[in-house]
């Protein structure tokens, strides 16, 4: 999700061996240079780079009949609005690298409320991290969250 000019995607296509990468972003401008980058650093076999809004990501990876068993989220200010998008994406068991702002008072609060989301989809956050990346403001903070998220067995 939101993969602007595919840093993230070109180091993953590159490193970790994926099947397949996507990379979504709805800004025109960034999915050119996306491309453009994917080229030059030749992983045009691995990446996918697709010009479209988050919110369109089951029906494109359905196209592909496949779910995605990691999720970046790194649009800080807008992830929890796209967040059951990416649980609508995922594998029996994914990863999702959640971003957020929050105040440091309210981040247990987020997690809460992403857990309360996951269990609404019938999925369970079984583990999760939370790492304070950097202030934004006073009291408030960057924050990543690496959110194992596993589907229940039984859904009745």
Do not use: W
């Amino acid at each position: 999700m939101f993969a602007g000019v595919a840093p993230f995607s070109i180091m993953i296509a590159k490193y970790a061996k994926p099947k397949r990468v996507f990379a979504v972003d709805k800004n025109k401008d960034a999915v050119h240079y996306a491309q453009k980058n994917v080229t030059v650093n030749k992983v045009l076999d691995k990446v996918e780079v697709i010009h479209a809004d988050a919110l369109e990501l089951k029906e494109i990876l359905s196209r592909y009949n496949m779910k995605a068993d990691r999720v970046i989220m790194n649009l800080p200010f807008s992830s929890y609005d796209f967040f059951e998008t990416a649980l609508n994406i995922i594998s029996d068991q994914a990863t999702i690298h959640y971003y957020d702002i929050q105040h440091n008072n309210k981040i247990n609060k987020r997690i809460h409320q992403l857990m309360e989301l996951a269990r609404r989809k019938y999925i369970d956050i079984s583990k999760y991290k939370i790492k304070k990346i950097k202030s934004y403001s006073p009291h408030e903070f960057y924050i990543g969250v690496d959110i194992t998220a596993k589907r229940f067995a039984d859904v009745a």
